[in-house]
């Protein structure tokens, strides 16, 4: 087992819960709650995985040390815009899913 396996399994578990919780924001406070509820199922099933991935991703490119403090910064910009993106792909792929 690697030495950095927690490490990547806690991002991964953390970026899971925090795409569950922007999945339940969307469909409890943005959205009308309603019959159609049940049709966004699939949505779940792919953000999650989306956000654990995102997660781990975050922690790999966070284990790279720079002593340029600017590339450490760069590379932590980037590394949320890709758990950003990889949650909305994941909500894109859920919906064509659930169609």
Do not use: C, W
Not at 7 to 21: D, E, K
């Amino acid at each position: 087992m690697p030495e950095n396996f927690p490490h990547i399994t806690r991002s991964a578990v953390i970026g899971a819960v925090l795409a569950l919780f922007l999945l339940a924001v969307d469909l409890f406070l943005l959205r009308e709650p309603g019959a159609g509820i049940q049709k966004m199922l699939p949505v779940s099933l792919a953000v999650v995985p989306a956000g654990a991935v995102g997660g781990m991703l975050y922690a790999y490119f966070n284990r790279i040390s720079f002593k340029n403090t600017r590339a450490a910064i760069l590379i932590n910009f980037f590394s949320v815009l890709l758990y950003i993106f990889l949650v909305l792909t994941g909500f894109m792929v859920g919906m064509e899913l659930g169609s």
